[in-house]
């Protein structure tokens, strides 16, 4: 059974950082792309994030390129996201969903809630 | 950028046939397959793929879910609807980039 799991969880001050993980199992981790994906409360969802089943490639919506960074550790099953500068539109849930090479989502993990506020 | 465009709300009565559209700005075919992808999500829980590549069913989802389309018109059909469907529909394109529509909330009257 695939399962993906978040952590990292928490409230954060406005220019602050925050880093999130999300554990894989029940598939070979390291053969698929893996994605984060945001909805801010009560909202739509927002793709955020992309990385290559090796890391070679990563993409970035606008709206993060140059605060969030995507990574992950093959050897850990371990998917990361460092958020960086962050600000009081970049709370909401955050979702890792692995990656069918036809560009959707098949699994979701169940998400983390991040705040910003002062 | 790939815009996506859904009708906010949808109410149907229970055992009819539920349809939701996603127009698309630009053609999200390519080489045959349509980049096209649904999703369902009830009230506080993740998404769940529905269809994939515009009428695929994913593994697990019953054959009341539906998928229809090409280029920019997709539909997504459930029918016969059930109280359980309560839930918002999003589409999602893979053609460039990733991007979701702003979702369809479902009612079943």
């Known amino acids: 059974e695939v399962q993906l799991v978040e952590s990292g969880e928490g409230l954060v001050q406005p220019g602050s950082s925050m880093k999130l993980s999300c554990v894989a199992s029940?598939?070979?981790?390291?053969?698929?792309?893996m994605n984060w994906i945001r909805q801010a409360p009560k909202k739509g969802l927002e793709w955020i994030a992309l990385?290559?089943?090796?890391?070679?490639?990563?993409y970035y919506a606008d709206s993060v390129k140059g605060r969030f960074t995507i990574s992950r550790d093959n050897s850990k099953n371990t998917l990361y996201l460092e958020m960086n500068s962050l600000r009081s539109e970049d709370t909401a849930m955050y979702y890792c969903?692995?990656?069918?090479?036809?560009?959707?989502?098949?699994?979701w993990g169940q998400g983390v809630m991040v705040t910003v506020s002062s | 950028d790939i815009v996506l465009t859904q009708s906010p709300a949808l109410a149907v009565s229970l055992g009819q046939r539920a349809t939701i559209s996603c127009k698309t700005n630009?053609?999200?075919?390519?080489?045959?397959?349509?980049?096209m992808h649904w999703y369902q999500q009830k009230p506080g829980q993740q998404p769940k793929l529905l269809i994939y590549?515009?009428?695929n069913l994913a593994s697990g989802i019953p054959a009341r879910f539906s998928g229809r389309g090409s280029g920019t018109d997709f539909t997504l059909t459930i029918d016969p609807v059930e109280a359980d469907d309560t839930a918002t529909y999003y589409c999602?394109?893979?053609?460039?980039?990733?991007?979701f529509g702003s979702g369809t909330k479902l009612e079943i009257k």
């Open positions: 630009q053609n999200v075919d390519y080489y045959g397959n349509s980049y």
């Open positions: 590549l515009a009428s």
């Open positions: 999602q394109q893979s053609r460039n980039l990733l991007t």
């Open positions: 990385i290559y089943y090796d890391s070679s490639s990563k």
């Open positions: 969903a692995k990656y069918n090479n036809y560009g959707y989502f098949d699994y």
């Open positions: 029940g598939f070979t981790f390291s053969n698929y792309g």
